[in-house]
């Protein structure tokens, strides 16, 4: 499947159930997540596109620890050499050491949700570097990670300082065809909408879903308008 420009330097990876992202920049290429196992062959494919190959990827930034997002995490890693960055909280999950908290969804009798939950763990992928608001680092590519607990405990989201801003939500929220945010998969619970209001506390011209396409003007306007529904 073909990439998708984003904003300059900054690509989708698109399958027809989860997305990740490309960041290009002068010091190497970042991944924000790697779609489900087996993946690293499309991952590859995207790059080459671009001009550019595995062994460009520097930086592997988790959202979370569910499979559609870590499941190709160790191949790329293993052939790039890059540092994986995730939440300490979720860091066990993609080691191997647990399996992944199941999100608080809406849809747990639904047939689709226990098939999800049969599939396997995807290859254990060694954490680098934790991310949190709280942690003093600087992240590749003008990169800052936001707490958004709620989807799984150390859910994070990324803040691109480009284009006005461009935040890669990750399973936080999705989008709606007409650009309404919606809470997704997620009911609403104590943690799932205080990230939503704290993302909408943000300025970011764009925003990118891994469940669904992306905002491309005043999205966190868009987000500020959801949280207004909220009790």
């Avoid at 924000?32 to 592997?60: F, N, P, Y």
């Avoid at 979370?64 to 050499?81: F, P």
């Avoid at 992944?100 to 049969?118: C, D, E, Q, R």
């Avoid at 803040?159 to 801003?165: A, F, I, N, T, V």
Wanted: net charge negative; glycine share 8%.
């Amino acid at each position: 499947m073909a990439i998708e420009p984003i904003v300059e330097g900054v690509y989708e990876i698109g399958t027809r159930a989860v997305n990740s992202y490309i960041i290009d920049g002068d010091e190497g290429v970042t991944l924000v997540d790697t779609l489900v196992s087996g993946r690293e062959g499309l991952i590859e494919e995207s790059l080459k596109d671009l001009g550019r190959s595995l062994t460009d990827v520097t930086a592997i930034l988790l959202t979370h620890s569910h499979m559609d997002h870590t499941g190709s995490a160790a191949a790329v890693k293993t052939a790039s050499k890059a540092t994986l960055y995730a939440s300490e909280a979720d860091t066990p999950a993609i080691e191997g050491a647990e399996r992944s908290p199941m999100p608080p969804t809406a849809w747990y009798f639904t047939p689709m949700f226990w098939l999800s939950a049969l599939f396997p763990h995807p290859p254990p992928a060694e954490v680098d570097r934790f991310v949190s608001e709280d942690i003093d680092e600087l992240l590749p590519g003008d990169l800052r990670a936001i707490d958004t607990p709620g989807h799984t405990p150390g859910h994070t989201s990324y803040l691109l300082d480009r284009s006005g801003g461009v935040l890669f939500v990750g399973d936080a929220a999705i989008a709606a065809k007409d650009g309404r945010v919606k809470r997704g998969w997620n009911r609403s619970t104590p943690d799932v909408d205080g990230s939503l209001r704290h993302l909408a506390e943000l300025t970011f011209e764009i925003a990118a879903f891994c469940h669904s396409k992306p905002i491309r003007t005043q999205a966190s306007a868009a987000f500020r308008r959801f949280t207004e529904t909220l009790s």
